[in-house]
Nanobody
Framework: QVQLIESGGGLVQAGGSLRLSCAAS????????INWFRQAPGKEREFVAA????????YYADSVKGRFTISRDNAKNTVYLQMNSLKPEDTAAYYC??????????????????WGQGTQVTVSS
């Protein structure tokens, strides 16, 4: 199993950009698909994006498609979420989760039992 630590969140104005990082420990990081989720206050945790363990496939929620880009650097054991054209409705705590040999596809939060501390993204209007 890999341990994940999210970082890169902050306060940004609408239309701005942020890049989140999901750093992993463990020598088998490149065997894991990585998924990003987010959770706004009072709402359920929702899927945002996923990248396959090969890095060759990605998948996005419709709400972020065309604005967010997920990528991975296996040499650095890190997955990134580049977020552009941010909107106030993107405000949430962002979490990453790992799935061994996973594909890039929609996943539900209930599919994962282990979460990091998350990183807060706040978009002001």
């Amino acid at each position: 199993q890999v341990q994940l630590i999210e970082s890169g969140g902050g306060l940004v104005q609408a239309g701005g950009s942020l890049r989140l990082s999901c750093a992993a420990s463990g020598r088998t990081f490149n065997n894991y698909a990585i998924n990003w989720f987010r959770q706004a206050p009072g709402k359920e945790r929702e899927f945002v994006a996923a990248i396959s363990w090969t890095g060759g496939n990605t998948y996005y929620a419709d709400s972020v498609k065309g604005r967010f880009t997920i990528s991975r650097d296996n040499a650095k054991n890190t997955v990134y979420l580049q977020m552009n054209s941010l909107k106030p409705e993107d405000t949430a705590a962002y979490y990453c989760a790992a799935e061994r040999w996973g594909r890039a596809t929609y996943r539900g939060a209930a599919d994962f039992g282990s979460w990091g501390q998350g990183t807060q993204v706040t978009v002001s209007s």
